[in-house]
Nanobody
Framework: QVQLVESGGGLVQAGGSLRLSCAAS????????MGWFRQAPGKEREFVAD????????GYADSVKGRFTISRDNAKNTVYLQMNSLKPEDTAVYYC????????????????WGQGTQVTVSS
């Protein structure tokens, strides 16, 4: 199992930006696609973004498309989530996860999860 550690969360005003990082342990990081999810208080965990093993293919939830960018650096075993034009409704705990199968976008597609990092957007 890979270990994932998220960082970069914090408090930001609406319209601001944050960059989340997810550092992975293990030598198999570069062979796997990765994803970001988020969970707001009282809500289900939801898909945010996905990136394939090479970084050449990405996918986004409609709610973040055009504002968030997922990327990865396989040499550093790290995946990033650049979040711009943040809105109060983006407030949530953000999780990174390793994808284990071809399909993407649901929690069942991912088998290893980090502990999460809190993002709070004030209005």
């Amino acid at each position: 199992q890979v270990q994932l550690v998220e960082s970069g969360g914090g408090l930001v005003q609406a319209g601001g930006s944050l960059r989340l990082s997810c550092a992975a342990s293990g030598r198999t990081f570069s062979g796997y696609a990765m994803g970001w999810f988020r969970q707001a208080p009282g809500k289900e965990r939801e898909f945010v973004a996905d990136i394939n093993w090479s970084g050449g293919s990405t996918g986004y939830a409609d709610s973040v498309k055009g504002r968030f960018t997922i990327s990865r650096d396989n040499a550093k075993n790290t995946v990033y989530l650049q979040m711009n034009s943040l809105k109060p409704e983006d407030t949530a705990v953000y999780y990174c996860a390793r994808r284990w199968r071809a399909g993407w976008g649901t929690m069942a597609d991912y088998d290893s999860w980090g502990q999460g990092t809190q993002v709070t957007v004030s209005s």
